[in-house]
């Protein structure tokens, strides 16, 4: 059975920074890109980052460039959000994301496993 369980979220003031993680199990996710969605209160979920199986391409929404930064440790089979600078408009459940191929990843219909999200929270 596939797992995918997120960690790190919480409540933070503008200008903090969070790092969540997501642990995968249940397979090996060869190939696979690991995406990190986010869905705030009475909006559409969005793809945040994504990443693909060797680390060697990452993929950032605008919203979140030069802030927030994607890696994965394939030995361990978890992807990180290494999220700087935050603002209240980053508040959002942040869900982890399995998917392929990489290139389109970041479309939720390309996703094959999803985690229960984490809340993140940023106050102004």
């Known amino acids: 059975q596939v797992q995918l369980v997120e960690s790190g979220g919480g409540l933070v003031q503008a200008g903090g920074s969070l790092r969540l993680s997501c642990a995968a199990s249940?397979?090996?996710?060869?190939?696979?890109?690991m995406v990190w969605f986010r869905q705030a209160p009475g909006k559409e979920r969005e793809s945040v980052a994504a990443i693909n199986w060797s680390g060697t391409n990452t993929y950032y929404a605008d919203s979140v460039k030069g802030r927030f930064t994607i890696s994965r440790d394939n030995a361990k089979n978890t992807v990180y959000l290494q999220m700087n600078s935050l603002k209240p408009e980053d508040t959002a459940v942040y869900y982890c994301?399995?998917?392929?191929?990489?290139?389109?990843?970041?479309?939720?219909?390309?996703?094959?496993?999803w985690g229960q999200g984490t809340q993140v929270t940023v106050s102004s």
């Open positions: 994301a399995v998917g392929r191929p990489y290139g389109s990843s970041w479309d939720p219909r390309n996703i094959d496993y």
């Open positions: 249940g397979r090996t996710f060869r190939d696979y890109a």
